[in-house]
């Protein structure tokens, strides 16, 4: 969506609720665009605060310190049928 300069000021709530749901708005003057009003949450992502779950696994940087190794204990018996 577009917004010129005047609505933009006027209407300041309503665009920032707009960007929110709707996504990024686009802000003119004279015709000519000169700013967009994003979510805080794209705002983020583009500047790489935030990375994709996708990538976070990719990276590997979380798994590198676990211990995948099997444990060798037995697993604890469990009587189903008769409750204490």
């Known amino acids: 969506m ?6 933009a000021k006027q209407r300041f ?3 920032i609720r707009t960007a929110h749901a709707d996504g990024p708005q ?5 015709g000519e665009e000169i700013a967009v009003v994003i ?5 983020q992502r583009l500047k790489g605060e935030i990375i994709e779950f996708k ?7 979380a798994f ?6 099997r444990s060798t204990e037995r697993p604890r018996n469990i009587d189903l049928v008769n409750e204490p």
């Open 2 to 7: 577009r917004w010129q300069v005047q609505d």
């Open 13 to 15: 709530s309503e665009l």
């Open 26 to 30: 686009v802000v003119t003057r004279h």
């Open 39 to 43: 979510d805080i949450a794209d705002y």
């Open 55 to 61: 990538d976070y696994l990719r990276s590997g940087q």
């Open 64 to 69: 590198e310190d676990l211990d995948l190794s």
